[in-house]
C-alpha cells in the first residue's frame, strides 16, 4: 500500500491539516512566478490566516523558514506536496458509475493529487462491461475479486442515496480501507474504516441559503 | 432570481444547515419504502446525531410531529426539499472547463438539486465554441454579455489555480452574486458575494492522513 512514509508519527490537529493545502495553493502559485522566499506574514496577507498560525502548521513540517527571509518556495512545496500524501499513489475504486461517479472517473486532477482511480462498478447491466474515460466498469458483485487484483485501498462512494449503506458494506468485506462518501448519507462503517464525507450537492443548501440571507 | 420564499426570516446556525441535508437523504429512502411516519429518535439512531437535537433543528421548519407517532415523511421530505431550496431553479455558470469544469457539467445529479448549468467559460481556444454535456462553451471575455442574457447567478470557479483570484474578479463584475470555489485557492470577494469553498481535493490529504495514522 502506498502511504506517505514522510508522515511523523505526531498527530497533526486537523484544522491544521485543513489549511495546509490552501497553503500549498498560494505557494505553488509562487513557485510559477519563480518567487524564491516567502513569509508567513505574506501568506498571511493572501490566505486571511492569522501570520503566528500559519508558522504554527508549519512547523509540524520537515522545514524551517529563515529569520526576516522566511521559507524557501521551492522546498515549501515539495515538504507540502510530500506531507499531504499528494505525491504517493494511491488506488481507488469508483462504486456507483452513474452521473457524479461518471464525472470523477473523468477528472484527471484527482491524478495530481495521488489519487489514481482504476475501475468503477455498478449494479446496471448497462454500464457494466463499458468504459468511462478508459476505466472499466465492473459488476458490483466482482468487488472483492477485482480489489484483490487491483489492491485498491480507497472507494469512492457515488451511489444512489437509497443503496450507500448496502454498498458500503460490500466495500468493507471487500477489504477497502477508506471511504470517500459523494453521497448525502450518513453511512456506518467499522472503526478501523476511513471515511469522509464530501456531499458537494449539501453545500448547494448552503450557497442558496447564504444567498437569500443576503437579499434580505 | 429565484430564490426559496418559504425560507424563514430568522437565521438558521450553519451547523443545522448543515445537517438538513442528511435528514433529507434518510427521510427520502423511508419515503421511497412507503413509510408513513418516522421520530426524532428513529432518525437519530440511523444519522447519528442526538434525537433532542434533530428535533431541534426541524424546528426550524414549517412542521410539526405528532406525540407518539413522529413526522409525517412525505411533508418531512417536501418541506426540507423546500427549505434547502432544492425545488428552486438557480442558473449556473461553470468557469473553467476544464477536467474537473466539465466533469461537473456533465453531472446531472447538480439539476436534481435545484442547480441549472446553462454554460461553461474558458480561455482556452481549443474548448471556446465546443459543448459538453449538451453545455456550450464560450469565451471567458463574453462573461458579462452572457450574464445578461442568461441571468445567472452562481459560477462554479474550476480554473487552475494560478487564474483563482483572476477569475473571481471578472465573474464579480460580470455580477454575479455566488461562487462556488472548487479550487483550493483562497479567493477574495467583496461583503456581499457569497462563496462556498468546496476543495474536494483537500479532502483527498485528509483521507490520506486518516488511513496512514490507522495503519500505525
Same mark, same amino acid.
Request: aromatic share 8%; hydrophobic share 45%; proline share 4%.
Given at each position: 500500500m502506498s502511504v506517505n512514509k514522510n508522515m511523523p508519527k505526531m498527530t497533526m490537529p486537523e484544522p491544521t491539516l485543513r489549511r495546509l493545502p490552501w497553503y500549498l495553493a498560494y505557494v505553488r502559485l509562487l513557485?510559477?512566478?519563480?518567487?524564491?522566499?516567502?513569509?508567513?506574514?505574506?501568506?498571511?496577507k493572501e490566505i486571511n490566516v492569522d501570520?503566528?498560525?500559519?508558522?504554527?502548521?508549519?512547523?509540524f513540517l520537515n522545514i524551517k523558514g529563515k529569520t526576516r527571509i522566511g521559507y524557501e518556495v521551492s522546498m515549501l512545496v515539495k515538504e507540502l506536496t510530500d506531507f499531504l500524501?499528494?505525491?504517493?499513489?494511491?488506488?481507488?475504486? @469508483? +462504486?456507483?458509475?452513474?452521473? !457524479?461517479? =461518471?464525472?470523477?472517473?473523468?477528472?484527471?486532477?484527482?491524478?495530481?493529487?495521488g489519487l489514481n482511480i482504476v475501475a468503477g462498478f455498478d449494479v446496471d447491466p448497462k454500464l457494466?462491461?463499458?468504459?468511462?474515460?478508459?476505466?472499466?466498469?465492473y459488476d458490483m458483485a466482482q468487488l472483492a475479486q477485482r480489489q484483490q487484483e487491483y489492491g485498491a485501498t480507497i472507494a469512492i462512494l457515488s451511489v444512489p442515496v437509497e443503496h450507500a449503506q448496502e454498498?458500503?458494506? @460490500? +466495500?468493507?468485506?471487500?477489504? !477497502?480501507? =477508506?471511504?470517500?462518501?459523494?453521497t448525502p448519507f450518513r453511512i456506518k462503517v467499522p472503526d478501523d474504516i476511513v471515511i469522509q464525507n464530501t456531499s458537494i450537492y449539501a453545500h448547494l443548501a448552503l450557497i442558496y441559503n447564504r444567498m437569500s440571507a443576503k437579499m434580505k
Amino acid at each position: 500500500m502506498s502511504v506517505n512514509k514522510n508522515m511523523p508519527k505526531m498527530t497533526m490537529p486537523e484544522p491544521t491539516l485543513r489549511r495546509l493545502p490552501w497553503y500549498l495553493a498560494y505557494v505553488r502559485l509562487l513557485e510559477r512566478r519563480n518567487i524564491e522566499y516567502v513569509s508567513s506574514t505574506q501568506i498571511s496577507k493572501e490566505i486571511n490566516v492569522d501570520a503566528s498560525q500559519i508558522a504554527k502548521d508549519l512547523s509540524f513540517l520537515n522545514i524551517k523558514g529563515k529569520t526576516r527571509i522566511g521559507y524557501e518556495v521551492s522546498m515549501l512545496v515539495k515538504e507540502l506536496t510530500d506531507f499531504l500524501g499528494f505525491k504517493s499513489r494511491h488506488t481507488a475504486f @469508483v +462504486i456507483g458509475a452513474g452521473s !457524479l461517479g =461518471a464525472a470523477l472517473m473523468q477528472d484527471s486532477g484527482l491524478s495530481q493529487y495521488g489519487l489514481n482511480i482504476v475501475a468503477g462498478f455498478d449494479v446496471d447491466p448497462k454500464l457494466i462491461g463499458t468504459h468511462v474515460g478508459g476505466i472499466p466498469i465492473y459488476d458490483m458483485a466482482q468487488l472483492a475479486q477485482r480489489q484483490q487484483e487491483y489492491g485498491a485501498t480507497i472507494a469512492i462512494l457515488s451511489v444512489p442515496v437509497e443503496h450507500a449503506q448496502e454498498a458500503t458494506n @460490500v +466495500i468493507v468485506s471487500a477489504g !477497502l480501507k =477508506a471511504i470517500w462518501n459523494f453521497t448525502p448519507f450518513r453511512i456506518k462503517v467499522p472503526d478501523d474504516i476511513v471515511i469522509q464525507n464530501t456531499s458537494i450537492y449539501a453545500h448547494l443548501a448552503l450557497i442558496y441559503n447564504r444567498m437569500s440571507a443576503k437579499m434580505k
